[in-house]
Structure formats: C-alpha cells, structure tokens
C-alpha cells in the first residue's frame, strides 16, 4: 500500500475539523487552546504535504513561521490564563464574562 499526499490531506483536513470542534464546543481555556494548536498543526501538515509534492522549500519556511506563531501564542496565551485563574479562580469561558477588572 503506496501512502500518498491525498492520505496526509484527509489527515490533515480532519484535524483541523476536530479542533474547529474543539473550539466550539469547549468551554476551558486550556482546551481551547490545544485545539488551536491542533489546528495549526493540520496546516503544518499541510504545508508540508504540498512542499513534498511540489518539490519546493517554501512550505518548510511556512511551517517554521507557523510553529514559532504557535509557541508565541502558546506562551501569551498561558500567560493570559495564569493571570484570570489567578483574579478569578476559574478558567471557565462561561464564567468569565470580560477582562475587565
């Protein structure tokens, strides 16, 4: 059984509808942003599907400018949470309703 690009493109395709669930769906922040993070990796692996078919670089340049924007939002991001758990307690989107103090 030969694996071809069309295989890594469902992969990908169904990962990121499963963090496009995750997103909507979920009401902790932390999972919320796993399934970002999931997303992006669905167009990492995208770009890298189209890179190997096309016999060209510039996807693998994409995924590192993608992944060091998912490190930076991974960090912000968890920044963001400490501080509401911190002044709220809970890191329920639900429950908090604004950012304002």
């Known amino acids: 059984m030969v694996i ?46 189209f890179a190997r078919e096309l016999n060209d670089m510039t996807g693998h340049v994409f995924v590192f400018m993608v992944m060091a924007v998912a490190a930076a939002e991974a960090a912000v991001g968890l920044a963001i949470v400490l501080a509401m758990f911190k002044n709220r307690e809970t890191i329920d989107i639900d429950q908090i309703a604004s950012l304002k103090g």
Request: charged share 5%.
């Open 4 to 49: 071809t690009a069309t295989f890594y493109l469902a992969l990908s395709a169904i990962l990121f509808v499963i963090g496009v669930v995750g997103v909507l769906t979920r009401r902790n922040v932390i999972v919320i942003m796993m399934s970002v993070e999931l997303m992006l990796n669905a167009g990492n692996l995208a770009f890298i599907t």
